[in-house]
């Protein structure tokens, strides 16, 4: 079956460092998935951070950036500076195109940014 | 805009009891979801429903029932509550092969 695998978490970094959140993807029933990233700020809902759905193209929400890499099937989340307010949890999942756009996600990546 | 609206917010119940949550969207949007989260994991899709009266298995369906009578409701059914059942059920919807928006969550804790 389809399946995500994420960085393990939780990562920890200061704030105004570098952040990457690995994202690797197996789609064995999906020839063509979509590729999100939702994140789930504390005490608020699951929400969606930013999608890709073309091969090779690059998403960007918030100062994040995901590019979809279809060779290596990964989706990696990128931030150049973070800041406090980006601490919560990070899912990357894949989804079929079409009526049900079922979607498969990954275990999570928990960040906290320390000030 | 619009809202999904989870309902109870906290459920406890006893082992072997049978559970109802409920789930209710005014997107307007004709697919629902039902996942359930387990600490520290990934959500699973339990059910999900194309259109009113649609029901489809996702890959965590047994020991679930799901109902859905109108477009904007979408509930699911614990059969026999397990102790090993305390999670986070999140109710989404999406337009039709569109970005899912998720509800709040209902925490099920199980004596």
């Known amino acids: 079956g389809d399946s995500v695998t994420q960085t393990e978490g939780p990562v920890t970094v200061s704030e105004s460092e570098s952040l990457i959140i690995n994202c ?3 789609a064995t029933s999906i020839a063509y998935p979509n590729l ?3 994140v789930r700020y504390p005490g608020e ?3 969606l951070l930013l999608k890709v759905i073309t091969a090779g193209q690059k998403g960007s929400s918030r100062g994040f950036e995901a590019t979809y890499n279809k060779e290596t099937t990964s989706f990696h989340l990128q931030k150049a500076s973070v800041q406090e307010s980006d601490s919560a949890v990070y899912y990357c999942a ?3 195109t079409g009526g049900n756009n079922k979607l498969t996600f990954g275990q999570g990546t928990v960040l906290s940014v320390i000030p | 805009g619009g809202i999904i ?3 109870p917010k906290f459920l406890i119940g006893q082992e072997g009891q049978k559970l109802t949550l409920k789930c209710q969207q005014n997107f307007n949007h004709d697919t629902m979801y039902w996942y359930r989260q387990d600490s ?3 959500l699973r899709l339990i059910y999900y429903s194309i259109t009113e009266n649609d029901l489809q298995k996702g890959d965590l369906s047994e020991g679930y029932d799901a109902s859905r009578e109108k477009k904007s409701s979408f509930s699911l059914t614990v059969t026999s509550a397990q102790k090993n059942e305390m999670a986070v059920f999140l109710c989404a919807s999406s337009p039709r092969g569109d970005t899912q928006y998720f509800g709040p969550g209902t925490r099920l804790l199980v004596l």
Request: no cysteine; glycine share 22%; hydrophobic share 20%.
């Open chain 2, 40 to 42: 520290g994991k990934g």
């Open chain 1, 36 to 38: 999100f990233w939702y």
């Open chain 1, 24 to 26: 690797t993807y197996s």
């Open chain 2, 5 to 7: 609206t989870q309902t």
């Open chain 1, 45 to 47: 809902g699951l929400q």
């Open chain 1, 94 to 96: 894949l989804g079929s």
